[in-house]
Structures are given as structure tokens and as C-alpha cells.
């Protein structure tokens, strides 16, 4: 599938790795739709990339919120056309230990709205907008894709109860929909990001974020652009579906 003149939905396109990949979908010559939750923060991310506005739009929109999803897809396709594709990358952390004690005594527990509020972004916010973005390709015949953006943490990892079964749901819904969407040419799927220098990951514990740093074969972080090149690896690829593409530097939970 070319990127060129195609319209792409990019979640969490304020910053870090939407902000990028957005960005490189824009210089492949694509329409862009930029979401994010924050306003004035999408639309500096948007003016940035694309300064005359011409071929993008900025939607601030809570991708768990069904009500504003359906309304933000049928404000992209009035404003841009009709999708091509969706990027599902937005997602937060509220880090913290199922149970954390001290000489037998708890001193505390993850609370369930930390377990719900990353469970309501990073996994009901992704069945939303790809079950709108696959609605809308159906509906006009116009055979495209889905990229999710899961995280090597889908495999579990100390600390991140909440964020490491929301991913590894991520990954089942690629390959779920993979299998139902075929039929209608459309395809989906996943990437699973290891350290990468986005704001999401700074806000992890610093000795966390040390040790699995430490923990990569390459020695270092990956850098924001490595992944908007496979984010359009993907797009490009008409014979990849149902997969999870880890780029991690090697790094394995």
C-alpha cells in the first residue's frame, strides 16, 4: 500500500513516538490526522510538521470515550477524506506493585483506578478507534490498514500490571482482527517498541528504566525515528498482517 495522498489516523500525536510517526507519514506525502487529548499540545505538535496545514488536522479527542470516538471519525473523513489507515499508539502508565509489603505488613497495593484508567486508554481506546477506522474502510470500499502499537512489555514486567495486560491484549486484537478484516483487504499490525526516549518512558522509575536499559544488546535507546520507519515498513508491506514486529534492540523480557 503506497502512503502517498492516503489519510492516516495517528493517536497520541501530541509528542514522542506519534509526534513522529505522524510526522514521517506527512513527509511520504500523506494526510494526517494528529489525536490526542490535549489540545493546544496536538496542535503544536501538527503545526510543527506541517506548518501551512495543508495536508493535516489536529482533533483533541479521549480515545476512551465512545461517544467522542465515533465523532472524531466522522469529523476526519469530512475534513481529510476517507481513512487509509490508523495508528493506535496512544497510551499512559500508572506504574506500580500488585502488593507491596514490608516485614509482612502491606504497605500498599495498586489501586483499581490505576488498573482502569490504563486499561480504559491503552486497550478499550484501541478497540475503539480500530473498530471505527475498519467501519469506515468497510463502508467505502477502501482496503487499508491497522498498526498497534503494543510494547515488549506485553510479556510482563515487575511493576506494570496494568500496562503489560492491556499490551498483550493489544497484541491479541492484531491478531484478531487480522483474521476478520482480511476479507475486506484490510490488515493489521503490531509493534512492540522496547527503551525508546519518549515521555511516557521517562516517567518509569529510574532505576527501572537503568535496568532494562542495561539490559540491550545495542547499549542504548531506540531513536523516535526508528519506529516511524516501521510504522511505513508495515503500511507498505501488503503481505504482513497478523504479526507483532518487535523492535527492541534485542532486548527480550
Known sequence: MQISKQTFVVTGAARGLGQAIASEL??????????????????????????????????????????????????????????????????????????????????????????????????????????????????????????????????????????????????????TWAKELARYGIRVADIAPGIFATDMVKQMPEAMRERLENQVPLRRSGELAEIADSVCYLIGNDYFTGRTLEVDGGLRM
Open 26 to 175: 506527512l513527509n511520504r506525502g500523506a494526510k494526517v490526522a494528529f489525536v490526542d487529548l490535549d489540545a493546544e499540545a496536538t496542535e503544536a505538535s501538527r503545526l510543527s510538521a506541517d506548518p501551512e496545514g495543508q495536508s493535516s488536522r489536529a482533533y483533541a479527542t479521549d480515545i476512551s470515550d465512545e461517544t467522542e470516538v465515533i465523532r472524531l471519525f466522522l469529523s476526519i473523513e469530512a475534513d481529510l477524506g476517507p481513512i487509509s489507515g490508523i495508528v493506535n499508539n496512544a497510551g499512559i502508565l500508572r506504574d506500580g506493585l500488585l502488593v507491596k509489603a514490608k516485614d509482612g505488613e502491606i504497605t500498599s497495593t495498586m489501586t483499581l483506578e490505576q488498573w482502569q484508567s490504563v486499561i480504559d486508554v491503552n486497550l478499550t481506546g484501541v478497540f475503539l478507534c480500530g473498530r471505527e477506522a475498519a467501519a469506515q474502510m468497510i463502508r467505502n470500499k477502501n482496503p487499508g490498514v491497522i498498526v498497534n502499537i503494543s510494547s515488549i512489555s506485553r510479556a510482563g514486567n515487575a511493576g506494570q500490571s496494568n500496562y503489560a495486560a492491556a499490551k498483550a491484549g493489544v497484541s491479541a486484537l492484531t491478531a
